[in-house]
């Protein structure tokens, strides 16, 4: 099976440092578990499993706190009125982070248990109520932002020059930068009826919209055909055994695959147009009722980040499509293909039969790569409250949420979601949620609870540094072995393909498609075909082939329903392009800027704490920096694949 081939060592000038890594992860004689998605959670050792205890004991304990909790909620309601005071607002202020806190972490446990297993019920109502308790604790809440807001500028001084408020100072401030949105009482709360999020202290894509939940339920509802796998066997196709057929290495069943999806997707167009429509025209109203044009404006006003950095995303992406065009060329080349469609993106350019990593031997190589991060940084890492303890889930199960997440709550330590498969890119979503992880560890140690908190820009470097790093680490082992440099390189190429371009074309649709509802275009699901279309054209180049149903692609995407929200993968990815690459050089003034960036205080202004850290998102530098990483590889790869072909 191994056909490994061993070739004189090729020169990559790419990648600066050459970790010596010795992975001397042998367990040899001990028995290696077997990832199996079909396999019940009990079959899965418990050393691979998280453990949640630190949260709560268990579902009793859970319940117990859930009522307390309610209570805590209360309590907040007799400080109403009184917020004028410093002798009021401190203790108000208080209870409210001592609230937030049990809040979230109700939220948290039971996200992670409904996680395990989409089987349980119990879990699944647990994570609904946990939702409506945040919904909850935010609307009876929001008077003390109200209260904060409606002081005139004296009075305020007045409160913030007081000493007992010291540890709220920067909270209060970051609060009252928005004050001029605010409006009067009533409207106020018929907003906060609503359910508007704009001042959620959370992320919002944890917090879906009705409209996204009648788009999971549609989803739901959605019947999909049989299709043919790579056995010729017929097999229910479903939203998530899809990516998988989409990237068969057999032409047929991939082909077979995406127009079967797409095909039943457009049989139900009408209701998924009508279902984003609503969500972007809830948005844009949400913003408008703020006094902003445009939603973007609004929803990225939260985290105080300019609606430019977007659209300087999109044009930087615009004026460097080249790498993209030049590597669809190169997958027909690698794949022996006239043209090439949307399912011959996803297969891989060379089998990753010899990639197989078991968990063990990918930390050890996530250890390595990150070792220019200092010792400090690693030892946190592999210490024990984090990968020393049940910090991970590892392997997937039936019914396990797929994808990968990590999750923080203050005062509690990091959780990361995995469904690893001993392939490369399970490595690389390790060293990626890693990365999130040790961000809110070293976010929470550093700040107190109302001080805690990053912006989604910001996770998404913490993220994608460890995961670049990864891959140059990978690139530096794997010297000789052009299989794997092949193989490694492919992924390169692929998570900017995906991270970087793809997202920043869900950025411009979204863009767009908020554009139609701020001007009063009506939103129908052939305009987002065609405005899908059109981005798939432009963004691929005249080398790629579009196919009737392609333009259908947008009507399956949850991150539609996450409020501007995309964006930040790319600009997170391509800042941590930037970051990985000087601090894999050694460059530890940039690394020590960037580590003291992940502990900064939320209320820090996201695109300012970049540009000091070294990364200028208002400027093209680092889209066009990712950008000729991605030709610096797709040459690397031309030359590989140039010397096998080679009788
Ligand atoms: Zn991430």
């Given at each position: 099976m191994d056909t490994r081939i061993s070739l004189p060592t090729v020169a990559?000038?790419?990648?600066l440092a050459a970790t010596a890594a010795?992975?001397?992860?042998?367990?040899?004689n001990e028995t290696v578990y077997k990832p199996d998605?079909?396999?019940?959670?009990?079959?899965?050792?418990?050393?691979?499993?998280?453990?949640v205890s630190g949260f709560f004991k268990d579902s009793a304990a859970w319940s117990a706190a859930f009522v307390e909790a309610e209570k805590d909620i209360l309590v907040l309601n007799a400080f109403k009125g009184s917020l004028g005071e410093a002798k009021y607002l401190k203790p108000c202020l208080e209870d409210y982070f001592k609230a937030r806190q049990q809040v979230d972490r109700l939220s948290a446990y039971a996200n992670m248990k409904a996680s395990?297993?989409?089987?349980?019920l119990p879990y699944q109502e647990m994570s609904q109520r946990a939702l409506g308790l945040g919904n909850r604790f935010r609307s009876d809440a929001s008077f003390i932002r109200q209260e904060l807001l409606r002081l005139d500028e004296d009075a305020a001084a007045k409160l913030l020059a007081d000493e007992s408020l010291a540890p709220y100072r920067a909270y209060i401030t970051d609060l009252r930068?928005?004050?001029?949105r605010l409006l009067g009482t009533e409207a106020e709360r018929v907003l906060s009826l609503a359910g508007?999020?704009?001042?959620?202290?959370?992320?919002?894509?944890e917090i879906p919209s009705d409209i996204e939940q009648v788009f999971k339920a549609v989803k739901k509802d959605i019947q999909l055909p049989k299709v043919k796998d790579e056995d010729g066997k017929e097999v229910q196709l479903t939203f998530s055994n899809y990516e998988k057929y989409r990237a068969s290495k057999k032409r047929e069943v991939r082909k077979g695959a995406v127009e079967a999806f797409l095909g039943a997707l457009s049989k139900y167009e009408a209701i998924l147009a009508a279902t984003l429509g609503g969500e972007v025209k809830r948005d844009v109203f949400m913003a408008r009722a703020r006094g902003y044009d445009r939603s973007i404006e609004a929803y990225l006003d939260r985290q105080d980040v300019p609606p430019s950095v977007a659209e300087n995303l999109v044009a930087s992406v615009h004026q460097n499509l080249g790498p993209l065009h030049r590597y669809v060329e190169l997958r027909k080349k690698i794949l022996g293909l006239k043209d090439l469609h949307l399912y011959d993106l996803?297969?891989?350019?060379?089998?990753?039969?010899?990639?197989?990593?078991?968990y063990e031997a990918g930390l050890e190589d996530i250890k390595d790569a990150l070792e220019p991060m200092g010792e400090g940084y690693v030892s946190a890492l592999f210490g024990k409250d984090m990968?020393?303890?049940?910090?991970v889930d590892v392997y997937p199960s039936k019914g396990k949420d797929s994808g990968a997440f990590a999750l923080s709550a203050w005062g509690f330590p990091p959780m990361v979601l995995l469904n690893y498969q001993d392939d490369i890119k399970d490595v690389s979503t390790a060293a990626h949620e890693l990365g999130h992880a040790m961000h809110a560890k070293l976010n929470i140690a550093a700040q107190p609870i109302q001080d805690s908190g990053y912006s989604s820009l910001i996770a998404e470097t913490a993220s994608t540094t460890n995961e670049m790093m990864l891959a140059r680490h990978l690139i530096a082992k794997y010297q000789g072995n052009d299989k794997m440099q092949l193989y490694i390189l492919g992924r390169l190429v692929e998570s900017i393909r995906t991270t970087i371009y793809r997202q920043a074309l869900f950025t411009e649709f979204e863009l767009k498609v908020h554009g139609y509802a701020e001007e009063g275009t009506p939103i129908t699901a052939e305009l987002l075909n065609k405005t899908y279309a059109d981005l798939v054209k432009l963004y691929y180049g005249p080398g790629f082939t579009v196919d009737k149903?392609?333009?259908?692609?947008?009507?399956?995407?949850?991150?539609?329903?996450?409020?501007?929200?995309?964006?930040s993968y790319a600009c997170g990815l391509a800042s941590g392009i930037s970051f990985s690459e000087k601090i894999v050089a050694g460059d530890t003034a940039t690394r020590d800027r960037y580590l003291a960036m992940l502990a900064?205080?939320?209320?820090?202004?996201p695109v300012d704490i970049m540009r000091e850290a070294g990364?200028?998102?208002?400027?093209?530098e680092a889209l066009k920096a990712a950008a000729k990483l991605m030709d610096e590889t797709l040459t690397e790869m031309e030359g590989l694949v140039a010397k096998q072909s080679k009788p």
């Open positions: 990559l000038g790419l990648f010795s992975s001397a992860f042998a367990a040899a998605s079909n396999a019940p959670r009990a079959s899965v050792p418990e050393k691979y499993k998280w453990d395990e297993d989409d089987s349980l930068r928005r004050r001029s508007e999020h704009l001042w959620a202290e959370t992320d919002l894509n996803y297969t891989a350019l060379v089998p990753s039969a010899d990639a197989a990593i078991p990968l020393g303890r049940g910090m149903d392609d333009g259908a692609e947008w009507s399956y995407i949850p991150h539609f329903y996450w409020k501007h929200y995309v964006y900064k205080p939320r209320e820090a202004h990364v200028d998102l208002l400027k093209p």
